[in-house]
């Protein structure tokens, strides 16, 4: 079974502070993928990252950067110098690789991030 | 660049009514996915089709049907409408994998903007 934990449930920060945001998987697949999507208060839900399981290297887009250790099955985000604008809820989704197995996203309960000016 | 279009974008209904959303996928994607959250939940995966059949099942209720047409668009029937119904319906596009290899490329989903359902 796949199953993703996001045990921060709420995360309240002053602008400019810097905030990681904690994913654990579980999965007894060897090839899969993860995703952080965003969720502002709009309701939409933005695409932000996949990660391959078989590439373990960090990423970083301006201020957001993400940390995969397989070791740990974590998948974790930073947001760097946060703004405003970054409050929204975050949620970190696992699928399966394909071929022929299930491709439905398998999401964290998500974690919601409050920037205050 | 075109994204996925739900329509409509709210809806309310009465118990033990019927509604029908629509989702028209990213322009030559194969593979429609469909997703519900209930207030201050996660997304749930309901269906999914592939060219046209169904392709993995969750957990949608039997008073949930969907296809998708021959021009890739999805439709979600919800027949007799429960309160608990009310959610965020979000459907999803990609295009499955046509890679070769040990490990074939993959596409992410890119989600609609949803469809708030309101049963009353």
């Known amino acids: 079974a796949q199953k993703v934990t996001q045990a921060q449930t709420e995360i309240s920060v002053v602008e400019k502070e810097d905030v990681t945001l904690d994913c654990v998987y579980e999965?007894?697949?060897?090839?899969?993928?993860l995703f952080w999507y965003k969720q502002p208060p709009s309701g939409e839900l933005v695409f932000l990252i996949r990660?391959?399981?078989?590439?373990?290297q960090n990423e970083i887009s301006g201020r957001y950067s993400w940390n995969f250790q397989k070791s740990t099955s974590s998948f974790n985000f930073t947001i760097t110098a946060s703004q405003v604008v970054d409050s929204a809820v975050y949620f970190c989704?696992?699928?399966?690789?394909?071929?022929?197995?299930?491709?439905?996203?398998?999401f964290g309960k998500g974690t919601k991030l409050t920037v205050n000016p | 660049a075109a994204g996925v279009i739900q329509s409509p974008r709210h809806l309310i209904k009465e118990k033990r009514e019927t509604a029908t959303l629509k989702c028209y996928p990213i322009?030559?994607?194969?593979?429609v996915y469909w997703y519900q959250q209930g207030p201050g939940q996660d997304p749930q995966f309901l269906i999914s089709?592939?060219?046209?059949?169904?392709?993995d099942k969750g957990s949608i209720p039997d008073r949930f049907s969907a296809q998708q047409f021959s021009d890739y668009h999805s439709e979600l029937n919800m027949s007799s409408l429960e309160l608990g119904d009310s959610a965020l319906y979000f459907c999803?596009?990609?295009?499955?994998?046509?890679?070769?290899?040990?490990?074939?490329?993959?596409?992410?989903?890119?989600f609609g903007p949803g469809t708030r359902l309101t049963v009353t």
């Open positions: 999803a596009s990609s295009l499955r994998s046509k890679g070769s290899g040990p490990v074939p490329s993959s596409y992410e989903q890119y």
């Open positions: 990660r391959n399981s078989f590439d373990e």
């Open positions: 089709f592939y060219e046209k059949m169904q392709s």
């Open positions: 999965t007894r697949d060897t090839t899969y993928y």
């Open positions: 322009p030559r994607h194969d593979t």
């Open positions: 989704a696992l699928r399966r690789s394909g071929q022929g197995g299930s491709e439905k996203l398998v």
